[in-house]
């Protein structure tokens, strides 16, 4: 028998050697197994379109696949919270016959946990069935947020669909999951204040501040919140900003069969460059917005806000907005019926009405809150709050964080996504003697005026 050159033995041992150093799934003994649904991802970045090439991740929830992947530019990214322990982790799959996909792995920790990040270039290989590929075995350090992402090498083409990551631990505890939801937690501060008070008040005020960097698409920063609406900021698009005041009528009309035209709020007023509409969905009412307000970050928006109680057991709302370098812009004013009530006090919160970005951070400071008692004429300030949030279970979003900013001692702040872990600090600052310096007869002169202009939407409040 001819004997193999040695050129041809060494280049057998190389293949040989490649091939068993070659990282293979685990041998020991599966303690349980964990199936994360592919959709439960975002599309990096983040694109509010999901037409054309975007990647429909996330969206609708009843789809549970990853597919329709054609954009070589996005990243599809899993946010999972994994419990510490060791793991085997695969793709199951299904790529279209004789079309092999190369993807760029990359699974690293959301914030500090001791992981060294990974990364590893994975192919999927086209059979026309579902398949599963085996990844990576990982060592999980800490309990947390992990992230893994896909980036395409080459084109995905519309060539695969993703259907599932799946994690088998080969030890007691382990746990991997994905959130429940894709958006991020709603945060919340109620405000009261340390000083002797009636906490019956005719004005409301406040301020707040967007930094840099923290105003994702889809966020509400709602600034003064009472007991039949609230008023705040949000950012609607790349380039639309609004600001928001909305009023519920007395009961909510899509779910309550006694709702009669009684219950309705009623527009009496509005300025020059707002909107007005009816809403639903979360309780009904009348919506009021000025569509390009401009406000922008790291600048203050402040807030001014008036009850008037009327003799026909209603009262009627007015809303003010000023951006530095300009004057208070008149919102406008609604009549809520079956209502006697002064202020009591106020709450503010972050919301995140547009759940498919939940992985991106937002964040505001709210300070400077008063309220004018009605009898004394005394401002009050409101230097204390009460933490409140939605989710908040381990696994899921704790994401968030609220109370005295470390940034600025004088201020309250709230943030909300990013996977990071929670956070809450003080929940009073020192009271303030600085009022706010507003002239409340120029005020209360265009509230008069709104009364007088009621008649003029009679038929625009047919509902």
Known sequence: MKLLTPFISLLIIIAVSSCSQQEQPSVADVVDTFTVPANKAY???????????????????????????TDTIKSVAWYLY???????????????????????????????????????????????????????????PQDGYYKYELKPVTSPGNHIIIESLIFKSFQPGGQVNHTDYQSSPSVHLSFSSTAPTSKSYDWLYEEIEVPEGGDPWATFYMSIGFYRGYLGIQTNSDTERRVLFSVWDSKDAEND????????????????????????GEGTGGQSYVKNSDWKTGKPVKFLMNVLPQANSSVVLS???????????????????????????????????????????????????????????????????????????????VDYEQGVSPNHPDRFYMASGGYTPTVKTGDEIPLSESTPQLDLAKFKERVNEALKNETKYKESNIR
């Open 43 to 69: 599309a990096e970045p983040f694109s509010p379109d999901f037409q054309g090439i975007s990647i429909p991740v996330g969206w609708p929830e009843t789809h549970n696949v990853v597919s329709m992947w």
């Open 82 to 140: 994994q419990k510490k322990g060791n793991y085997d982790f695969f793709f199951d799959n299904m790529v279209d016959e004789g079309v092999n996909l190369k993807f760029d792995l990359t699974i690293s920790e959301c914030y500090d946990l001791g992981f060294a990040k990974i990364s590893k270039q994975i192919e999927f290989k086209g059979t026309g069935k579902e398949d599963t590929l085996f990844c990576k075995h990982i060592v999980i």
């Open 257 to 280: 069969k006694s709702t009669t035209k009684a219950d309705f709020v009623t527009l009496v007023d509005k300025g020059d460059n707002t909107t007005t509409n009816s809403f639903g």
């Open 319 to 397: 809303a003010w907005y000023y951006l530095e370098g300009g004057d208070w812009q008149y919102i406008a004013s609604w009549r809520a019926p079956k209502e006697k009530r002064y202020f009591d006090g106020f709450y503010s919160f972050i919301e995140n009405y547009g759940y498919t970005n939940g992985q991106l951070r937002r964040e505001a400071y709210y300070y400077n809150a008063w309220g004018h008692e009605n009898e004394s004429g005394k401002w009050i300030n409101f230097n204390k709050v009460r933490f409140s949030n939605t989710d908040g279970k381990e696994g899921q979003r």
